[in-house]
């Protein structure tokens, strides 16, 4: 069968992690492609509250395939503590759970080089999670990485320490301490240990065996478009494709095996970390957001900062991606709102406007063009889209007239429960 592709459309935090719990059930296999432990996918269920960095979004369901592809960086300590976080669940997820020969690993002091640098950075520093993702990627590119496969090398010592042999002279450079990495070290032997007993795979004949036996795909993305290395707010982006072309070479499957592309988005927009945003608030709407949203980072804890929806941007990532069906979420949180507005394009310094994003949001800056949308003021409590108040309906339009791509999921709550299908 084919590979259905999940992802963010705006600066992360979407609400993949929801929805791709949600959806799981109806697909055979659910994989992650790229990023690692920088991402934080919350799940809702049965009273439970739970996050997940680098185990896809379809652990919980009975009977399915997870897949973290070779497009991933995995970081040994992070999985082993991931792992012991799900033992309280009771699930027989183990023999499900594959994990990519070829994934990149995390090493101790590829973390050191991410602090040591976003320290050198300073005051452009990118806002890094600090998990080594930017570090780890760069000696995959360079050709210095270590795979997962590699621990069952029987030289793997001698890789490893060549290795942080570079990597202690970029700390050199960086004048950064490297005193705890014993410490850090014993952990991450033993979690290589404990990584040795779970399914390691050459996962694409796995995942192509599977379409070949009609199983269907679920690829879960992980960060969004606008942080993709090459389309994103470029340096302030992660280090890898967040977008569908990512999936292919994140898992090993050919373009043509991509069936539908889910984009998902917020409601209003929200980043984390550093680099441009055009319809960021620094107001009481920014604040009231946040509350209500309940937006601080699912990984590192840090305050989201807030803004309205921006069309330009979520056009930009459903060209990029080939959207072929939208996901709307957090839809709850603008219930109280009077007003709601939403970015139909940007003014650019000489006066100008236009729908597209400029080549470089860092150095020109554009000043949001809003239209104003009256207030649901109410709980959503639909089962149906037809049962939807009619301003949420007219604001759903709206944004489908603009990106011409159909809105077919609306989440009004963080619980499982909490989404309507069209
Ligand atoms: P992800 O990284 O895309 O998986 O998203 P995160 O889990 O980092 O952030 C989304 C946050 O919003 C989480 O706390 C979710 O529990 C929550 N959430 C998801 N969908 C909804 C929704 O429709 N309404 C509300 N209020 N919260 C939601
Ligand atoms: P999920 O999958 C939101 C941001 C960081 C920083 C930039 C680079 O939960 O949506 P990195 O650690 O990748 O070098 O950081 O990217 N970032 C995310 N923001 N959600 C994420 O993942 C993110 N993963 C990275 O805040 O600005
Ligand atoms: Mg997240």
Known sequence: MSVDVLLGLQWGDEGKGKIVDYLAPKYDVVTRFQGGPNAGH???????????????????????????????????????????????????????????????????????????SERAKGEQKIGSTLKGIGPT????????????????????????????????????????????????????????????????????????????????????????????????????????????????????????????VYGIFKAYCTRVGSGPFPTELHDATGERLRAEGSEFGATTGRPRRCGWLDLPALNYAIILNGVTQLFITKVDVLNNFDTINVCVGYQLEDGTETKELPYDLCDETVVPIYKSFKGWKQEVNATSFEDFPTELKEYLSFIEDQVKVPITLVSVGPDRTETILK
């Open 42 to 116: 919350s799940l809702e269920f049965d009273g439970h509250k739970h996050v997940l960095h680098q185990i896809p979004s379809g652990i919980f369901r009975d009977g399915i395939k997870n897949v973290i592809g070779n497009g991933v960086v995995l970081d040994p300590v992070i999985f082993k503590k991931e792992i012991e976080g799900l033992d309280k669940f009771n699930l027989d997820f183990k023999p499900n759970l594959y994990i990519s020969k070829k994934t990149q690993i995390i090493l101790p002091t590829h973390k050191l080089i991410d602090a040591a």
């Open 137 to 260: 990627y760069q000696d995959k590119i360079g050709r210095f990485g270590l795979r997962v496969g590699d621990i069952l090398t029987k030289n793997f010592k001698e890789k490893y320490d060549n290795l942080v042999k570079r990597h202690l002279g970029i700390l050199k450079f960086y004048d950064y301490p490297a005193d705890n990495l014993q410490e850090l070290e014993a952990a991450f032997f033993k979690a290589l240990e404990f990584l040795k007993t779970f399914n390691l795979s050459d996962s694409e004949y796995l995942i192509n065996g599977y379409l070949n036996e009609n199983k269907s795909v679920l690829a879960e993305g992980a960060q969004g478009s606008l942080l993709d290395v090459d389309f994103g707010s470029y340096p302030f982006v992660t280090s890898s494709n967040t977008m569908t072309a990512g999936a292919c070479t994140g898992l090993g499957v050919a373009p043509q095996k991509i069936k539908e």
